[in-house]
């Protein structure tokens, strides 16, 4: 069965340095996601891709976090700085358009010190 | 505004008593509505859906969930819990609206023998 892949699993940093992230979205699904899930609540949309084009990115903190679908296939979300605040699970999801089931990928957690 | 409310942040039961986990939710147009999965340091994983039709929905594992408009409520249900449905359980909902999936904060759920 076809799964979206995310690595690292696990990421330490510290606060004030660059981290990346990767996502490998289920082979032919068009739309794909990111989210942040805080310890203790649920899932948040930080990015929505169509294709390569951002369709929604509107709870994004532009001023430290980018994201990047360039072949529209996998894509990389990126935190510069790293902040403190920014721990929490990444994760990234797939779905063939905006209106179909979203797969998730296992996530990683990011600790920030 | 849309919303998703998940009324108990954790519920403990023992090994095979009945469970339901509570979600309500708050939306101005019609809304699909999801249960997700949630095991220890991985993603999460579809359990049910409601999408039109039928307003008992069954899923995997066992669970099923009853969509009532007019309580505006979509709580999950399972006759007999084992040890491994120890998880945490997100509701969420989707509306052509805002074109993405909104989490509620999550229950957690803890089987004991």
């Known amino acids: 069965e076809a799964e979206v892949a995310q690595s690292p699993r696990y990421k330490i940093t510290e606060k004030s340095q660059a981290v990346a992230f990767w996502c490998d979205p289920i082979?032919?699904?068009?739309?794909l996601y990111w989210y942040r899930q805080i310890l203790g609540q649920g899932p948040e949309l930080l990015v929505q891709?169509?294709?390569?084009?951002?369709?929604?990115d509107s709870q994004l903190p532009k001023d430290r976090f980018s994201a990047e679908r360039l072949k529209g296939v996998d894509s990389t979300l990126k935190i510069q700085p790293a902040e403190l605040g920014d721990s929490a699970m990444y994760l990234c999801a797939s779905s063939q358009g905006t209106f179909y089931e979203q797969y998730f990928g296992p996530g990683t957690r990011l600790t920030v010190t | 505004a849309q919303s998703v409310t998940q009324l108990d942040s954790q519920v403990p039961v023992f090994e095979e008593a009945p469970v339901e986990l509570r979600c309500n939710y708050s939306s101005s147009v019609s809304v699909y509505l999801f249960w997700y999965v949630q095991y220890p340091n991985q993603g999460l994983q579809l359990l049910l859906k409601y999408l039109s039709g039928s307003t008992l929905v069954k899923g995997i594992n066992g669970f099923e969930a009853e969509f009532n408009k007019s309580q505006t409520s979509f709580h999950l249900r399972k006759p007999s819990v084992h040890i491994s449905d120890t998880a945490e359980y997100f509701c969420a909902l989707f509306s052509g609206g805002y074109n993405k999936l909104i989490f509620g904060a999550g229950t957690r759920l803890a089987v004991h023998p």
């Open positions: 891709f169509q294709d390569e084009s951002v369709v929604d």
């Open positions: 082979s032919g699904h068009a739309t």
